[in-house]
């Protein structure tokens, strides 16, 4: 094996080690991603429920 290719591979096995180690800090943290908090609050695209006496998309209380 060349030079070049004992580069690549360092760098490979170098990536997958950084790879690995932040996967095993990240599940040992129980830190979430903000689009797994998203999914657990109600999906994409769905609008939350309006309060009693919030004011519509529009801005007033019209046709009440």
Do not use: C
């Not at 760098?11 to 991603?33: E, N, P, R």
């Not at 004011?55 to 009440?64: C, I, P, T």
């Amino acid at each position: 094996m060349n030079r070049n290719g004992l580069w690549i591979v360092a760098i490979v096995t170098a990536a997958w080690i950084g790879f690995m180690l932040g996967y095993a800090v990240s599940s040992h943290t129980d830190v979430k991603s903000a689009s797994a908090e998203k999914a657990a609050a109600g999906g994409y695209g769905k609008v939350p429920a309006k309060a009693a006496g919030q004011l519509g998309a529009g801005g007033s209380k019209e046709g009440k």
